[in-house]
């Protein structure tokens, strides 16, 4: 069972409002990951770190999209300016090696 | 460039009959495979894993996979289904480029009837 934590499991945020959501890895995996999914189903990758280094990103992370991945604090995941596009469900994974670990989840409403 | 095709968005089945969900994937180098399981309003909880040796896997609550280099596909499969089942299946590769990356398929929902 994955022992990946992500709050708040649901968010409601405004149009043009801040986002945050956080994730606690599994203990000692030093690769994290978000993902966005969408009511279709589809996943798309946002980022990811390796020991607190961004390892990869999408452009529309570069742009209203930030995280970070201190040490010895919960990762995290912040929309600048909410649009009702960003309205999906926010997937923090870990992972030591080929396996990954899925949390349950942020599910962000942007009304 | 790396994919994972889903042929079937929705699957219905009985209770008690046997299940395949198809996976094809495209890869050029080894490709670490995966079945993860969806339930409403949940994250992904993993069923099963490939990443080489006997190509048929098997996961939990009875689940199997197969494995074929030649078809490049890694199937999904139960004896006998439960009501229990009835959720999203997600079949992912996942690279060693980018930390593993995982790459997922469109899903197929699973409704297992009385």
């Known amino acids: 069972n994955s022992k990946v934590i992500q709050t708040p499991r649901y968010l409601v945020k405004g149009q043009g409002q801040k986002a945050k959501m956080r994730c606690i890895p599994e203990?000692?995996?030093?690769?994290v990951f978000w993902y966005q999914q969408n009511k279709n189903n589809e996943f798309k990758f946002l980022i990811n770190f390796q020991n607190q280094e961004v390892l990869q990103q999408i452009d529309m992370t570069e742009k209203r999209f930030s995280a970070e991945c201190p040490s010895n604090s919960p990762c995290s995941l912040e929309i600048q300016s909410s649009e009702a596009g960003d309205s999906a469900l926010y997937l923090c994974a870990s992972s030591r090696g080929m396996e990954v670990f899925f949390g349950k989840g942020t599910r962000l409403t942007v009304v | 460039a790396q994919s994972v095709t889903q042929p079937d968005a929705r699957v219905t089945v009985s209770e008690g009959a046997s299940l395949q969900l198809r996976c094809k994937y495209s890869?050029?180098?080894?490709?670490?495979l995966f079945w993860y399981v969806q339930y409403p309003r949940q994250g992904l909880q993993l069923l099963l894993k490939?990443?080489?040796?006997?190509?048929v896997v098997q996961g939990v609550n009875s689940f199997e996979a197969e494995f074929s280099k030649s078809n490049s596909s890694f199937h999904l499969q139960k004896a006998s289904v439960h009501w229990s089942d009835s959720a999203v299946y997600f079949c992912a590769l996942s690279m060693r480029a980018g930390g593993y990356k995982v790459v997922f398929g469109s899903g197929t929902r699973l409704l297992v009837s009385p």
């Open positions: 890869y050029s180098a080894t490709p670490y």
């Open positions: 203990k000692g995996h030093p690769v």
């Open positions: 490939y990443y080489s040796g006997d190509p």
